[in-house]
């Protein structure tokens, strides 16, 4: 590949030893590139030049284009070291800097995404934002042979204007970082936000607005539970309606699962091919959560299938879960998942070639538009109708197309192992293993938490973002806390191993005491102790993954009624004044805070199971637990068996619940006063039915 070639013939820059991917893609490039760090600056202000700042991803499409397209053009890369220090980052590793250029590019630009392209002055302020920048004008962009040559002049001539355009700029972001407590809020907030999430859903086919098509999990998440709390039909309609779309659209992999990072069309049959870890599992929460909601068997499917796929080619031999595979393979985005008609008929018998058509809308002249131009290719995306899966020839002819696929590139694997999205499958897998009494998927998410806690932590006890090729690095954000916390929380909730809950417990600690604002309240993206240019930011709405602060008041509630402790609580609800006067001029930006919410002002539900481990009827009473919709009740479990379980030291409300007549028992409380104990799981669901049906 012409990629290889590049890397024998020219000497290696400054990002050869990094272990990102994406940074060490780069290396071989004739830009100068740096790495972020103190020694880009000093040579910014030593040779008196502006920084072109470059964030990316390595399955980033445009991301590789610009790559290939410009910064490996020796024309292009001579302007750059001209004119510019250029640094490159890799925004998975440093999402604290693509975050606050991010708000830049918003400031600066009607466009952001990535590629980002920035340029800042000497100290790192912004005054130019941008994505993809191609190599010459094309489709109304100006090129960087045009444009850099201008900064030069600006930079040499106009210097003041320029810097005092990112001296506003600069303000302007760190005034957007100050976040003032509002009141409390209440279940009128939840009915503000289900009205503006039923407005801003496709009722024809299924997600959220009218042209691309992210899949939103979150949403789907807090729509599930206002269903639960209200009863309202059309929030569990909107609910299917996606969750059906998204699995019969092109946005989902027919033949080896998975699910594509986003479509550019509103009908869900024109994706972005990247998979990306976070995507796989925050979805397969919501199908489980669908799932147990409503007993359809294609939900639970659905949730399988994405998850196998993850197991089989985004999973480390050591647990570690890998981040994303790319959209590009041979250099050309989608190739390795669209088929001809005559490929289609090269595999397939005369019989099953004409099935296949049908059922996947295959066409002569290709049911798949170039994204740019508009045009037909030739070739075709796979996408079904409701119940075509359910054929009797269906898994033959996937088993064979899925063969054939296999002989070709696969797209390129980003193996960087991240806590935080790690955090997620954790959680997401311990799920599955409940919902769907598979221990398969536990066993995985406790490789995977074993992992983490084994080698992404320091001698002090403290995390690491990333790990790759045997190296583990970069300071820890407070999403890898709370991320990791959620999915530790959830692996208790499959084995009942209390060590679980001793690490989720701990890693707490050292989240609030490193990101917490004693002033103001919540968790900064930062420690304390970091030394950076950028001003410390708090992660307040959700993008496609949840912000820290939400995911961390949900972990703060479930902490608090699983031990009792009800200082957790009073953090939480903290953080939800902080977060209040914006979640009520945005409501669509908060999905996973407003699942919070819900849980916080629903009435509290503690079960308590005391059995014998993996007995018949210990297994009977979490069985109906695990297949119900109860999204606010936490679970513990005290072994009748030990004299002084674990379980007593987190939580000492436990500590005189036994069990009746040597049968399983369930203590069902609220606020820690408890129903009379019973040994019928019948009754016990009917307890936390009572519960819940209380005035809220």
């Not at 129903?675 to 016990?684: E, G, Q, R, Y």
Request: charged residues 25%; contains cysteine; negative net charge.
């Amino acid at each position: 590949m012409a990629s290889s070639a590049r890397c024998e013939e020219r000497p290696a820059n400054r990002l050869k030893h990094e272990a990102s991917p994406y940074l060490l893609k780069h290396a071989t490039n004739p830009v100068d590139w740096y790495p972020w760090g103190e020694e880009a600056f000093a040579a910014a202000r030593e040779q008196d030049k502006p920084i072109l700042l470059s964030i990316g991803y390595l399955t980033c499409h445009w991301c590789n284009v610009m790559e290939e397209e410009s910064f490996s053009d020796p024309q292009v890369a001579a302007l750059i070291n001209d004119v510019f220090i250029p640094i490159k980052v890799d925004r998975e590793e440093r999402p604290d800097i693509d975050q606050i250029y991010m708000k830049a590019c918003h400031l600066l630009s009607p466009a952001c995404g990535w590629p980002l392209t920035l340029f800042l002055s000497q100290e790192g302020k912004p005054f130019y934002a941008g994505t993809y920048i191609p190599k010459e004008n094309r489709f109304g962009r100006i090129g960087l042979l045009n444009l850099i040559p201008r900064v030069k002049e600006l930079w040499a001539h106009e210097r003041e204007s320029v810097l005092k355009s990112a001296d506003s700029v600069n303000a302007a972001i760190i005034s957007s970082t100050i976040q003032l407590p509002g009141g409390d809020m209440n279940g009128s907030q939840l009915d503000a936000a289900f009205l503006a999430f039923a407005q801003d859903f496709d009722t024809q086919y299924g997600g959220f607005g009218r042209s691309s098509k992210f899949p939103k999990p979150l949403n789907l998440l807090f729509l599930l539970r206002y269903w639960n709390r209200t009863g309202n039909n059309h929030a569990l309609t909107i609910v299917d309606k996606t969750l059906e779309a998204m699995r019969q659209g092109a946005i989902y992999d027919h033949l080896g699962y998975g699910f594509h990072r986003y479509t550019t069309d509103r009908m869900w049959r024109l994706p972005h091919f990247e998979k990306m870890l976070y995507d796989q599992a925050l979805l397969a929460t919501a199908y489980l959560e669908a799932y147990q909601v409503t007993g359809h068997e294609k939900y639970a499917d659905t949730a399988k299938e994405v998850l196998d796929y993850v197991l089989q080619y985004m999973t480390a031999e050591n647990g570690g879960f890998y981040s994303a595979e790319s959209a590009d393979s041979e250099g050309v985005e989608g190739k390795f998942y669209l088929w001809s008609v005559k490929e289609i008929k090269n595999v397939l018998d005369q019989q099953e070639a004409a099935q296949a058509i049908r059922i996947f809308h295959i066409m002569e002249d290709g049911n798949y538009v170039e994204p740019v131009t508009g045009e037909k290719t030739g070739q075709n995306i796979l996408f079904i109708e409701q119940g075509a899966d359910k054929i009797a020839e269906f898994e033959k002819i996937r088993s064979k197309l899925l063969s054939a696929r296999n002989m070709r590139q696969r797209p390129e694997l980003d193996d960087k192992v991240l806590t935080d999205w790690n955090g997620l499958m954790i959680g997401a897998l311990a799920k599955a293993a409940q919902v769907l009494d598979q221990p398969q998927y536990g066993k995985a998410a406790k490789h995977g938490a074993q992992f983490i806690l084994h080698n992404l932590r320091s001698r002090e006890g403290k995390l690491f973002h990333r790990w790759r090729g045997g190296r583990a690095g970069l300071s820890p954000t407070a999403a890898d806390y709370s991320f990791m916390i959620w999915g530790l929380l959830e692996l208790y909730g499959w084995d009942f191993d209390p060590t679980w809950l001793q690490h989720a417990l701990g890693l707490h600690a050292d989240l609030v005491e490193n990101y917490w604002d004693e002033k103001l309240g919540g968790f900064y993206l930062t420690a304390h102790n970091t030394t950076s240019l950028l001003p410390r930011i708090k992660e307040s709405s959700d993008t496609a993954i949840p912000s820290s602060n939400a995911v961390s008041m949900y972990n703060l509630l479930k902490l608090s009624r699983l031990t009792g402790n009800h200082a957790f609580e009073e953090m939480a609800d903290t953080i939800s004044s902080l977060l209040s006067p914006r979640v009520k001029d945005s409501p669509l930006a908060f999905p996973m805070l407003l699942a919070t919410l819900d849980l916080a002002l629903s009435p509290s539900q503690e079960v308590v199971i005391v059995g014998l481990k993996h007995a018949d009827d210990t297994e009977k009473m979490l069985q109906a637990l695990r297949k119900n919709y109860v999204p606010n009740a936490v679970v513990l479990f005290k072994p009748a068996d030990e004299e002084n379980p674990a379980i007593n030291k987190y939580a000492e409300f436990t500590e005189f619940m036994s069990a009746i007549d040597n049968k399983a028992t369930a203590y069902v409380c609220t606020n820690f006063k408890c129903n009379f104990p019973t040994t019928d799981p019948a009754k016990m669901l009917e307890s936390l039915r009572t519960i819940s049906e209380k005035p809220r």
